[in-house]
């Protein structure tokens, strides 16, 4: 393998920072540090494929006089380019070659069957992830702990009462679920003689328990007014809120919208959902007309994501998480103080309240939330207490009705 990066490389990995976005003056600051670094490797004798982040470090503490600022900018500059070999192969060892523990190594494969095997999406890996991590660690701690088939069912219920105890129904709940299914993979694997998910207890919550929280119909035009479509910001957010309001998306399915998901000639948005179901719903006048306004004025990036950061690198924005952030940010400046975490999941409670009040189905609201199960609609129906006294019977009294 040769020493030294191409300069086809270095200019591939260029043009790939002005289409995220970056200004020339900052491109030629990288290109600087990329050709300082591919001189570097060459005297260090260090073939391209093997370089790694040891080397990047190496480099950029080549001197111990180099300021702090300095240092990171370099870092700052190498890391993506690392990224990038990678992604084209010229670079093969993984991106951050450490030691992984037992612990750490079981999770790996767990998610790895729950992505493949269960088909659970990216979202649901996120939440079950870190908690059987935890668990794994906490058990097999340092090397020394229980090895998989010392589990026992007495282990496990210990664990999922000591870590109850200051959670809430709903996150005991899914702590239940992610051991229970934990069980289940180390008994597929032959780590357990017996499948321990039947030893998980079942933790109580009662559905529909309480009312969703809402927005009113004036609530959510208020928030809508609040962003300044002036701006680049504002024509991103405004399209993003309206995705919310109007048709009750999630957050992650409008994070991972991409451009051909616009179906424009037949005035439709694909979205991919839960469980990785892929629907077509109908792209409404102001929705679409908000999506052309920000594509065509305030969105200047190479990415296939729809909705991008504002500064460079201008990728797609970083999943739910950032939708959430920008939906606070509008209620904020709509003085808007709901009751709820999860900011942006008030916009599909309040749609599906609002349908119900206008005379809406439970069924036509499933279909327009796209809910696989009746069951999570029907928390709806405690919201409409005129529709529910209109369908009470009369309590029967002695001599009749009154």
Known sequence: ????????????????????????RTIRKKRSVVTAFTRWTKRERIALDRLGDCDIAAFVKRSSETPAERVQFEMAALRPLLEYLRAKSVVVLPLTPIDASPADELNKRYLDYLRHDRGLAENSLRVYGPLVRDFLASQMAGGSGLSPGSFDALTIRRYLLARSVDRSAESSRLLATALRSLCHFLF????????????VPPVRTWRQSSLPALLSPEEVERVLDST?????????????????????????????????????????????????????LPLLSDVGEALAGYLREARASASRRVFVR???????????????HIVRLAFRRAGVCPASRGAAHLFRHSLATRMIRHGASMAEIGEVLRHRSPNSTAIYAKVSFEALRGVARPWPVTGGAR
């Open 188 to 199: 597929l694997r032959g780590d357990t003689l017996v499948d321990l998910a039947v030893s």
């Open 310 to 324: 504002l500064l460079a690198p201008r990728v797609g924005l970083a999943g739910p998480a950032a939708i959430d």
């Open 1 to 24: 393998m040769p020493l030294g990066l191409p300069a086809s490389h270095i200019e591939a990995f260029l043009e790939d920072l002005r289409g995220a976005g970056y200004a020339e």
């Open 228 to 280: 300044d479509r002036s701006t680049s910001r504002g024509c991103r957010d405004y399209a993003i809120l309206l995705l919310l309001a109007r048709l009750g998306l999630r957050a992650g399915e409008i994070a991972s919208l991409e451009l051909g998901d616009l179906l424009w000639r037949s005035g439709e948005i694909v979205v991919h959902g839960k469980g990785r179901m892929v629907e077509h």
